[in-house]
Nanobody
Framework: QLVESGGGLAQAGGSLRLSCAAS??????MGWFRQAPGKEREFVAG????????SYAASVKGRFSISRERNRNTVYLQMNSLNPEDTAIYYC???????????????WGQGTQVTVSS
């Protein structure tokens, strides 16, 4: 139901843009999580139903930007100034009732690999 695209390989200092398209009802919140090898999955960024509000993890604030097309289940994650610590599988997530880092996301994509070389 959620399909991510845009992952790949980037050099440190470079940029990548992830996209996520979801079918079905308009979700109240959509966001991005990531999981690095040997680590737990962590919240990266989230936005509300029309993209007017957003939240970021401290580790990506100022470098990453989440956007969402109003009234659509399409969300983007623009990642700038990438560093090797950003290497992870990135997952798109959606929730019908809430948004942000504390929402219970019931819908998940398959994930897309992002690898940043030094």
């Amino acid at each position: 139901q959620l399909v991510e695209s845009g992952g790949g390989l980037a050099q440190a200092g470079g940029s990548l843009r992830l996209s996520c398209a979801a079918s079905g009802r308009i979700f109240a919140g959509m966001g991005w999580f990531r999981q690095a090898p040997g680590k737990e999955r962590e919240f990266v960024a989230g936005t509300n139903w029309d993209g007017s509000e957003s939240s970021y993890a401290a580790s990506v604030k100022g470098r990453f930007s989440i956007s969402r097309e109003r009234n659509r289940n399409t969300v983007y994650l623009q990642m700038n100034s990438l560093n090797p610590e950003d290497t992870a599988i990135y997952y798109c997530a959606a929730d019908t009732g809430d948004w942000g880092p504390t929402a219970t996301y019931h819908y998940w994509g398959q994930g897309t690999q992002v690898t940043v070389s030094s």
